[in-house]
Each structure stands twice: as structure tokens, then as C-alpha cells.
């Protein structure tokens, strides 16, 4: 396979990612969506590391997988206390978070 069916899957798997967040009002949803997103990104760099040859790509890689990891945990710890505030995991009804 060549980079550019690496970067077209990864297009794809981010305009998934894009979509999801722009569309659903679900908050797991949302967070599936970002880290959709984040897979992207690190496929993106695997792929031009391995077409370069380049060990740094895949360093990002990890730090990326590592801060997506951190972002899962608060998210739904997040999403656990506004459930247990309101009984819904729906976007909608989190208005309180509006300025």
C-alpha cells in the first residue's frame, strides 16, 4: 500500500470523526467521534514516518494514543457527573455550560 491509500483512509476516518461531532447531540458519541479523529491524525503519522523512514512520527504517535487516553478518562468522568446531575447524556441538556 502507498502513502496515499494511508492518507485517504485517514481522510476518511477524520470527515467520520468531523461528522460526528458536528451532528450528534449524544455525549459518548462525541467522544467516539474525537477520538475517531485523533486515529486519523496518528495514522497520518505512521505513514509519512514509515514513507520517510523517520523514527519521529511514531514518538508523536504515542504521545498522541497517550493524550487520547487522558482525554478518555476525563470525558467520561465528565460525562458520569453530568449524567448523575441530570439524568441525560444529551448535549441539549447541558445548557448550564452556556456563558
Do not use: C, P
Not at 498522541?64 to 447524556?89: C, D, F, H, Q
Amino acid at each position: 500500500m502507498s502513502v496515499t491509500h494511508y492518507v485517504a483512509l485517514s481522510f476518511l476516518l477524520f470527515a467520520i470523526g468531523v461528522t460526528g461531532v458536528l451532528i450528534r447531540r449524544n455525549l459518548l458519541t462525541v467522544l467516539m467521534s474525537i477520538e475517531l479523529i485523533l486515529n486519523a491524525a496518528n495514522l497520518n503519522l505512521i505513514a509519512f514516518s514509515r514513507q520517510f523512514g523517520d523514527l519521529n512520527g511514531q514518538l508523536f504517535t504515542v504521545f498522541v494514543i497517550t493524550l487520547a487516553a487522558g482525554e478518555a478518562a476525563i470525558g467520561l468522568a465528565i460525562i458520569i457527573s453530568l449524567y448523575r446531575l441530570k439524568n441525560s447524556v444529551n448535549l441539549d441538556a447541558v445548557s448550564e455550560l452556556k456563558g
